[in-house]
């Protein structure tokens, strides 16, 4: 094994583990950390932590046990992924299991670069843009549990961490790796330990890979893993497998399941709506009534699984949200939602649902965990930062989506390409 990765939520593993396998690098992604030192045989491995929402030092410890267990499998490298969009809390996560991680592996610099430019995700001057928003006027700013309100990520990561945060300007970066290498030497001399990173096309992503290829610790979105297979290549440590992205096809019915509130994922409900294909919207509020939603919601979609996928959502706009949240506290409506719709996709599985497409972070990692999967498989992109991926050892196959990611008709072109 080459890479060890450590994943802040489902979703955001899959991501990294996609820009892998795009680039040749056998990659599989595990959930949680392993009971046992047995290690899958591949070039990449992508611990997935629910780790992103949950308190600072639970989030460092669950990231040092990850660290640990990837140490003893042989990994020569590390990265440590995040967001796209750096979702957190003036609290953390991100700065503090980077800390964390650093003096674990008894190093002394990273970077910190969220930047994605295949999904509108980029970096000028240690601000984080939207497409053409900056962070805190897109809709971010409504995050349910992780509300982004500054663009800034020399800000919001200095708010985060113990040693001083710095900035590695676009200017440098394109002019090359030797250029940045020298700015990482000139920031280490001013005592910083976190650096962000611009980058705004895919080309600063290499190059942020090339010049972080002699660091022990790359924090990151999924960008800068784009580049990190042809720097391991270079240095004769992978040889990039042309079938790296090859899964078996499987029958069964499809379905749907969406718990993000995301401008995305809300415009994905409505393609789907207005398209007339059938679904059933999860009420948090019945949910607190005690009313059996779970049970409703499995009913009208196994009706239709032998003949179309149907769609079982809890996606609302951030009005709703908020008064939802009003009404019943957040955390309370968040995790009746989450156990709702975990219980839907295991029983839909269990009625023999064999191509799932789960929207949401949260959603997916609660929906992964109802269904006891472990080990998965990474396939095929879908759109930028999505593969299939398959449960090893089953005939199950998951698309697990960001709800930040993906086209208005992402979930009939997810079902279409392995129908």
């Known amino acids: 094994m080459i890479l060890g990765v450590i994943a802040d939520d489902f979703t955001g593993a899959t991501d990294v583990a996609s820009m892998l396998v795009r680039a040749g690098m056998r990659t599989v992604q595990l959930i949680g950390v392993p009971h046992d030192d047995a290690a ?4 990449a491995l992508v611990i997935a932590l629910k780790s992103r929402t949950v308190p600072a030092a639970q989030a460092v410890t669950e990231s040092l046990a990850a660290l640990r267990w990837l140490q003893r499998a042989g990994a020569r490298q590390f990265y440590f992924k995040y967001c796209s969009t750096f979702d957190s809390t003036p609290a953390g996560n991100i700065g503090p299991v980077a800390e964390a991680l650093l003096e674990a592996l008894d190093a002394d610099f990273a970077i910190a670069c969220p930047a994605f430019p295949e999904n509108g995700r980029t970096v000028f001057r240690g601000h984080l843009f939207v497409g053409d928003q900056l962070l805190s006027d897109s809709g971010m700013r409504d995050h349910p549990l992780t509300p982004m309100t500054d663009a800034n990520l020399v800000r919001v990561l200095q708010a985060q961490s113990r040693a001083a945060v710095g900035l590695v300007r676009h200017d440098i970066v394109a002019a090359g ?3 940045v290498r020298g700015r ?10 976190l650096a962000v990173a611009d980058a705004i096309a895919d080309a600063d992503l290499r190059v942020l890979a090339e010049a972080c290829a002699g660091l022990p610790l790359i924090t990151a979105g999924s960008g800068v893993a784009l580049g990190l297979p042809s720097v391991y290549a270079a240095r004769g440590w992978l040889r990039p497998d042309a079938a790296a992205a090859s899964l078996p096809a499987v029958g069964g019915h499809a379905a749907v399941v969406s718990g993000s509130c995301s401008t995305a994922t809300n415009a994905q409900v409505r393609h789907w709506l207005e398209a007339g294909r059938p679904a059933f919207r999860i009420d948090a509020r019945a949910l607190a009534a005690g009313e059996p939603v779970a049970a409703q919601a499995l009913d009208f979609a196994a009706a239709r699984l032998p003949h179309e996928a149907a769609l079982v959502y809890a996606t609302a706009s951030p009005e709703d949200v908020k008064a939802v949240q ?6 309370r409506a968040g995790a009746l939602v989450e156990e709702c719709l975990a219980e839907v996709a295991a029983s839909l599985v269990h009625a023999g649902v064999r191509r799932l497409v789960v929207a949401g972070g949260e959603t997916s990692g609660a929906v992964v965990q109802a269904l006891g999967v472990r080990v998965l498989r990474i396939g095929a992109t879908i759109a930028p930062g999505v593969p299939w991926t398959q449960a090893e050892g089953r005939p199950l196959l998951l698309a697990l989506k960001s709800g930040n990611f993906g086209a208005a008709d992402f979930f009939s072109r997810a079902l279409a390409q392995v129908a």
Request: negative net charge.
């Open 40 to 43: 899958p045989s591949a070039d």
């Open 177 to 179: 790796a030797e250029a």
């Open 184 to 193: 990482f030497d000139e920031l280490r001399a001013d005592g910083v330990r």
């Open 326 to 331: 009003a009404a019943l506290g957040a955390e």
